[in-house]
């Protein structure tokens, strides 16, 4: 059975993961996070593509990333894995897959849960008992979200942008949601929409997706359905 295409709507924000084969590192050296984030930066432009938040872990990426044309975010993915992948190979004289067979993705309702992704995605070193605080990890955006300075090629969503009127306080008001743990079922709703590629949001969000693409974007309930009962029958 063919793969249904990807969700894919312009100025709708995607959370994006890429894994490495296997769950395998991708990253060896800190030169490497530092040259991804080089191909990242140039593909960007490139594919009409603007970057919230990210993250590079050791054997894989998140991203948080909204595209202006369709098909921009696959577009942006494939310059970025085909340079790495090249890179890789010739730096450590290898060959074969590097990443994991496509990467998830997932369509997320700004109103309700794009702070809350930008969140999950900045706070992995932090699951991860790497760090204590997540802006003392250095291969992500949290960083320049709690102190806006260092990326300038980062774009700060509508939703950051009204935590505060003044870069200052911005930056201040989500250092401290930052310090919040987030809720439990947030994390398990933003796991399974992006295992599954679909739509993370409200309902009104959904069924507006769903209009426009004219196919389901929820997660569809597991098991067969049931058969409609005969209110003739006794």
Known sequence: MPRLPRL????????I????NNRQPIFFDE????IYLE???????????????????TNHVHLLAVSEA???ISGLMQSVGRRYVRYINKTYQRTGTLFEGRFKSSLIDSER????????????????????YPW???????????TGIGMEWLEE??????????????AMAYRELCKQVLDDNDIRAIRAHLNKDCALGSDKFQHEIEAVLGRRVKIAPQGRPKKARDGNKK
């Open 8 to 15: 894919d709507l312009p100025n709708i924000p995607q959370h």
């Open 17 to 20: 993961v890429q894994r490495g």
């Open 31 to 34: 030169n490497d996070y530092s």
């Open 39 to 57: 191909y990242l930066c140039e593909a960007l432009a490139k594919n009409y593509c603007k970057l919230y938040a990210f993250v590079q872990m």
């Open 70 to 72: 369709p098909g921009g």
């Open 113 to 132: 849960y794009l702070l809350t992704c930008m969140r999950y995605i900045e706070l992995n070193p932090v699951r991860a008992g790497m760090v204590d």
């Open 136 to 146: 003392d990890y250095r291969w992500s955006s949290c960083r320049h979200h709690v």
């Open 157 to 170: 969503p509508p939703e950051y942008r009204l935590l505060a009127p003044k870069p200052k306080a911005r």
